[in-house]
Nanobody, 123 residues
Framework: QVQLVESGGGWVQAGGSLNLSCAAS????????MAWFRQAPGKEREFVAG???????YYADSVKGRFTIARDNAKNTVWLQMNSLKPEDTAVYYC?????????????????WGQGTQVTVSS
């Protein structure tokens, strides 16, 4: 069982930065693929970034070059550094954990989810 708690969301002007954190419980954290998803009002939840236990990273095209995902297995923590934020990045951001199955961008691949943290980017 893994419990995930996100923090670091908030309000920022376009062009600004935020750093989201996800603290995980459980001794097997290092074996999980960790990811960030987001969901804007009226839209489906979408993949943002993912990281495997060895550090391989994956990004949605919309955030490449602006967002960076990182993890520290000793601290059971994953981060999402978000730079050059745009109004279209506004959403609730969710941390997720799952077992690697060869794919990483589908919500069905993840077994555990955090409660979400709101990110609002104003123009």
């Amino acid at each position: 069982q893994v419990q995930l708690v996100e923090s670091g969301g908030g309000w920022v002007q376009a062009g600004g930065s935020l750093n989201l954190s996800c603290a995980a419980s459980g001794r097997t954290f290092s074996t999980y693929v960790m990811a960030w998803f987001r969901q804007a009002p009226g839209k489906e939840r979408e993949f943002v970034a993912g990281i495997r236990w060895r550090g391989n990273t994956y990004y949605a095209d919309s955030v490449k070059g602006r967002f960076t995902i990182a993890r520290d297995n000793a601290k059971n923590t994953v981060w999402l550094q978000m730079n050059s934020l745009k109004p279209e990045d506004t959403a609730v951001y969710y941390c997720a954990a799952g077992r690697w199955s060869g794919t990483y961008s589908y919500t069905s691949e993840y077994d555990y989810w955090g409660q979400g943290t709101q990110v609002t980017v104003s123009s």
